[in-house]
C-alpha cells in the first residue's frame, strides 16, 4: 500500500494513496478527539458538534451541504468514536477538490444556526433514548463505564440527556477552537487523485487552521466494577470487560488473536463450546478495543434469563482454560489466516484504506506498512497469547447485565470464579 505524506506548514498531515486505476476518490478529514476526551460538563458535544456542522455554514445553507455532494454523485457522512471523529465523502475523481471544499467549510466556517440546533438537540435526544432501549447496546454502555468510571472514556459517546438541552452555540464554538488544530488532524485520500493535486486542494482550505490545540488529555485509568438491570424483556444480555493492551503495546496483536480465538467467529472456542455444544446462547463473542491509554478486552453473551446460571460457569471455564494452556497450533494458525484476511480484504476498499492511514498517523505519527502488521501477526507465538491471556483475564472485571433475570452470577462471584483480586 503506497502512501505519500506532506506537512503543511501548520502542521496539519496531508496523506494520500493513488489509485488510478478507479474512477472514484475517498476523501475526508479525521480529528483525534471524542468523548474520551470531553470533561463531565462536556460530555456529548464531539458527537453533538458532528452533527452541528453539517447545518450550515457562512456561506452554505444546511440544503447546500447535501446538494453540492449528492448533485455531482457522490455521498458525504460523519461519525464520532471515543477518541475519533472523521468527515469524510466519496466522489467521482473528478470532484474530489468539491468534497474537500464542502467538509473544510463545516469545520471552518460552521454557522450553528439557534434554530437548527434547538432541532437537533431533539434529534440527538431521541438518538439518546434509542439506544438506552436497546438492551443488546446500552449493555455496552453500561460495561464500558464500569471499565473507565467517571472519564470521559467510560461515558456514553451520544452524552448525557441534559448537557444536550444545555450546549449553546458558544460551546460549540469553543468546542471547536480548543480541539480542531492542525496537529490534532490528518486530511486524507484514497483513489484516482494525484498527490500534488490534493496538497493544492488542503493548502488552499486549511493554511488558516490554527496549528496547536488548546486542551489536556487526561490519563486513562482502568477500574472494574458491574451493574445489572431489570428490564421486562425477552432476552438477558451479558457483557463481561478486562483491562487490555493500548495501541502502542507490543502485546496489541497477540491480544487480538487471542481474542479471535476465544471468540471470533463460529470456529471459535466460545461460539462451539456455548451455542454449539450446549445451545446456551444465540450470540456469544469476543473483541479487543484498543485506546491511547489503555484498552479493553469484551466478551458479550445473548441468553435467556433462565439460562444464566448454566451459561456463567461455562463462560468463566472457557476464560480459565485460555489462561491455563496454550492454543493448539491449528487454531493460531487459523487466527492469524483470519486477523491478515481481513487486513488485506480492508485494502481493497478505498473507504477503509483512508481510514486506516488517516488512524494510524493520528496514532502512531507514521503509517505502518502492510508487510509489517503481517510479520507481527506472523511473529505471534502460542506462548505469547498464553502470557497475554493471564495479564489480561488477571484484571479485575466490568460485567454488566441487562434484561430479564431472577438469577444471575454475582459481581464476586465470577471475579472468584477467574482468581481475580477484586478487593
Known amino acids: 500500500m503506497h502512501s505519500e505524506i506532506t506537512v503543511l506548514p501548520n502542521g496539519l498531515r496531508v496523506i494520500s494513496s493513488e489509485r488510478p486505476e478507479l474512477e472514484t476518490v475517498s476523501v475526508g478529514v479525521w480529528v483525534k478527539t471524542g468523548a474520551a476526551c470531553e470533561t463531565k460538563a462536556l460530555s456529548g458535544i464531539s458527537h453533538f458538534l458532528e452533527h452541528m456542522v453539517f447545518k450550515g455554514t457562512q456561506t452554505r445553507s ?14 458525504i457522512n460523519a461519525y464520532t468514536a471515543r477518541e475519533f471523529t472523521a468527515f469524510y465523502a466519496r466522489m467521482l475523481k473528478d470532484d474530489a477538490e468539491l468534497a474537500l471544499d464542502v467538509i473544510s467549510d463545516m469545520l471552518l466556517h460552521p454557522s450553528f444556526p439557534q434554530a437548527e440546533l434547538d432541532k437537533e438537540r431533539d434529534v440527538v435526544i431521541q438518538e439518546i433514548k434509542q439506544g438506552i432501549d436497546a438492551s443488546d447496546e446500552v449493555v455496552f454502555d453500561y460495561m464500558q463505564e464500569q471499565a473507565f468510571p467517571k472519564q470521559g472514556l467510560g461515558s456514553n459517546i451520544l452524552g448525557p440527556e441534559e448537557n444536550i438541552r444545555r450546549f449553546s452555540r458558544e460551546d460549540l464554538y469553543g468546542y471547536l477552537e480548543s480541539h480542531y488544530a492542525a496537529e490534532n488532524m490528518v486530511v486524507c485520500a484514497v483513489g484516482n487523485i494525484r498527490h500534488e ?95 491511547t491509554g489503555t484498552g479493553l478486552l469484551g466478551i458479550y453473551a445473548g441468553t435467556s434469563a433462565n ?11 472457557e476464560i480459565k482454560r485460555i489462561c491455563n494452556e496454550k492454543v493448539t497450533a491449528q487454531e493460531l494458525q487459523r487466527a492469524q489466516v483470519q486477523m491478515k484476511s481481513a487486513i488485506l480484504m480492508g485494502m481493497e476498499s478505498s473507504s477503509s484504506v483512508s481510514e486506516v492511514l488517516a488512524r494510524q498517523h493520528l496514532i502512531y505519527n507514521r503509517i505502518i506498512p502492510t508487510q509489517e502488521m503481517i510479520e507481527q501477526i506472523e511473529n505471534v507465538s502460542a506462548e505469547d497469547i498464553l502470557q497475554t491471556a493471564q495479564h489480561i483475564f488477571g484484571s479485575r472485571p466490568s460485567y454488566a ?23
Not at 434484561?403 to 483480586?421: K, T
Open 62 to 75: 444546511l440544503e447546500d451541504i447535501s446538494d453540492q455532494i449528492e448533485n455531482a454523485g457522490g455521498q
Open 197 to 291: 493535486q490534493l496538497v493544492q486542494y488542503a493548502k488552499a482550505r486549511f493554511s488558516e487552521l490554527r496549528p496547536k490545540v488548546s486542551f489536556a488529555t487526561t490519563k486513562q485509568r482502568y477500574v472494574g466494577g458491574w451493574k445489572a438491570e431489570k428490564r421486562d424483556i425477552e432476552q438477558a444480555h451479558i457483557a463481561v470487560g478486562f483491562e487490555s493492551f493500548p495501541y502502542y503495546n507490543n502485546k496489541y496483536f497477540a491480544a487480538m488473536l487471542m481474542s479471535n480465538v476465544l471468540g471470533g467467529g463460529t470456529s471459535s472456542r466460545l461460539f462451539r463450546e456455548i451455542r454449539d455444544k450446549r445451545g446456551l446462547v444465540y450470540s456469544v463473542y469476543s473483541f479487543a478495543n484498543s485506546h
Open 307 to 317: 439460562e444464566i446460571p448454566v451459561l456463567m460457569p461455562v463462560l468463566c471455564d
Open 401 to 423: 447485565l441487562v434484561g430479564a433475570f431472577d438469577e444471575y452470577m454475582s459481581y464476586e462471584e465470577l471475579a472468584n470464579r477467574l482468581q481475580v483480586n477484586n478487593a
